[in-house]
């Protein structure tokens, strides 16, 4: 009983190394979905993602600001969440556009190319 433990545990780890060995010989290349090379080429491209989303986002909550300001009807409160919902909007979009400068000045420091 004890032998066909021993021998069975001897083929395994036979086998096993005979299949790493096969594998560590072939080369495998597995492709890069992200088309990036460096850390700093990720980042720059995850945030010009970032900058074209709210791109987009960016007339929607303008126009939905003004509906506000314009349909509050005189109440002080309606309008000043419209004024409100604009100023935050646009100081939301300014510092994603800083962010991309960030990234910019970051990848010049550092020596590398966005």
Known sequence: MKTKILSS???????LFIGVSAFAAT???????????????????IVTYI???ATIL?????LYGAYLFMSAGGDP?????????????????????????ITLI???ILGGKS
Do not use: F
Request: net charge positive; glycine share 4%; charged share 15%.
């Open 9 to 15: 545990l001897v083929l395994a780890a036979l086998v």
């Open 27 to 45: 080369t495998v290349e597995i492709p890069n979905p992200l088309k990036v090379n460096s850390v700093s080429a990720l980042i720059d491209r």
């Open 51 to 53: 900058i074209t989303i």
């Open 58 to 62: 960016l007339p929607l909550a303008i």
């Open 77 to 101: 409160e309606k309008i000043s969440m419209g004024r409100k919902t604009i100023l935050w909007t646009v100081i939301g979009y300014a510092l994603i556009l800083i962010s991309k400068g």
């Open 106 to 108: 970051v990848a010049d």
